[in-house]
């Protein structure tokens, strides 16, 4: 049988890449993952060797260390990281991201600063946008920065960084209204800061403090904290590019390409969802026979397969879209609305497929079916990814009348 979510056109090294990749999960994530997810515990034997792998400088330019590889090469790494255990991905997820928006916006000695150190995994990258009273209104956002001499002066309360206690860089989003007159838009009065940290929880330097993980139902592993910042003094070179205001459309290019890798989770796991309910419809006898011979089994794994296909070609159509140098936020919005919507639901036929037992910890589908729903709200909620989509159709399809 052909294994599905197949990619054509791929290079030698891609798929030499991706082989390596896929060996590693299947030899050293998949038989641990259940057990260090159901201890709450950091994967550290896991991301020391992605680090030996290279992996934390997949996108970074040769010329800073990095592999140079396309988004298209990250994203299919990431769906078969997510296929082992979703929240490694994540590790690696928060760190692209903050490359990417150095590699794309920096300056030309924050890049130096800091990408030579991100490829080889010293510097481990996290980002801030949400509080907690947030949600999906970034506008909203009420930590700010004021300018003071040569520093900034920051102040607020930001909500779910992932690696927000393993990392040592945070590239965190808040209002800067120095420069910016009264009246000016909201996303124009943002800016970026990189904020350089110790890892681990309580006072990480003068003025900043990660109060310690937040308990969630699935996701595990990984640390997702909060972050105080109480008169943390941040030096002008750490704005991101240099320039107040252009905080928020930085980040929003981070979140677009973040937006694929979620996308590619939601892959991951709805694969490794499929191949676990395949399995054990084979195994399982009820009736005389193995559940996989009575049609309504074998109709849900169609359905599952073909969700588990479908969901992988908008993600790669995504991510090319994005290598070409093209506006992507159309296809990224679309691929991660229908992977998470379709990883959630290929999992719970999974679930249903393994029936009670589904329901025991002893069966790794029973820790798939709590990580899926934190793919529904991460890197934008399926809401908001509708409304991405909508207004680009309008764009796109404008009435002339």
């Known amino acids: 049988m052909a294994r599905l979510a197949q990619t054509a056109g791929l290079t030698d090294i891609q798929q030499e890449i991706l082989s390596t ?7 050293e994530i998949i038989p ?11 994967p550290q034997q896991i991301v020391d060797g992605l680090k030996e792998l290279g992996l934390f400088g997949l996108m970074i330019p040769e010329e800073y260390g990095g592999l140079g590889e396309s988004l298209l090469t990250y994203a299919l790494c990431v769906e078969e990281i997510a296929r082992g255990w979703m929240s490694v991905s994540g590790i690696i997820n928060t760190h692209f991201i903050v490359a990417y928006m150095l590699k ?8 130096d600063h800091f990408l030579p150190r991100m490829a080889a995994g010293d510097v481990r990258g996290a980002f801030s946008m949400s509080e907690p009273g947030l949600g999906s209104d970034v506008s909203a956002i009420t930590s700010k920065a004021v300018k003071d001499g040569d520093e900034y002066v920051l102040n607020g309360q930001k909500m779910w960084l992932t690696n927000g206690g393993t990392s040592n860089l945070v590239a965190v989003l808040v209002r800067s209204d ?4 009264e009246g000016t838009a909201p996303h124009k009065s943002m800016t970026t800061f990189l904020v350089e940290k110790e890892p681990g929880f309580g006072e990480v330097r003068p003025g900043l403090t990660i109060p310690g993980k937040i308990d969630k139902m699935g996701y595990k592993g990984v640390d997702t904290t909060e972050l105080i910042m109480d008169d943390l003094r941040i030096p002008a070179d750490r704005v991101l590019g240099g320039a107040t205001g252009r905080g928020f459309y930085q980040m929003m290019d981070g979140v677009e390409v973040g937006r694929v890798n979620v996308a590619a989770r939601g892959c991951g796991v709805a694969q490794r969802a499929f191949e676990l309910g395949v399995s054990y419809a084979q195994q399982r006898h009820t009736f005389g026979k193995p559940i996989a011979q009575h049609q309504a089994i074998q109709f849900k794994l169609a359905e599952m397969a073909t969700k588990v296909e479908a969901a992988h070609a908008m993600m790669v159509n995504a991510a090319r879209k994005k290598d070409s140098g093209e506006r992507n936020d159309l296809e990224a919005g679309m691929a991660k609305y229908l992977a998470s919507e379709y990883c959630k639901e290929v999992v719970e036929d999974a679930f249903r497929i393994h029936g009670g037992y589904g329901f025991s910890k002893e069966y790794e589908i029973e820790r798939l079916y709590r990580e899926a729903p934190m793919l529904l709200i991460g890197e934008g909620t399926a809401e908001i990814q509708k409304m991405i989509i ?5 764009e796109e399809y404008k009435f002339q009348g």
């Open 21 to 27: 990749v896929r060996d590693f999960v299947d030899k």
């Open 104 to 111: 794309q916006h920096g300056t030309q000695e924050q890049r």
């Open 178 to 181: 120095e420069g910016h007159p």
């Open 32 to 42: 641990v993952a259940t057990e260090l997810e159901h201890r709450d515990e950091y």
């Open 390 to 394: 909508g207004r680009r159709l309008l």
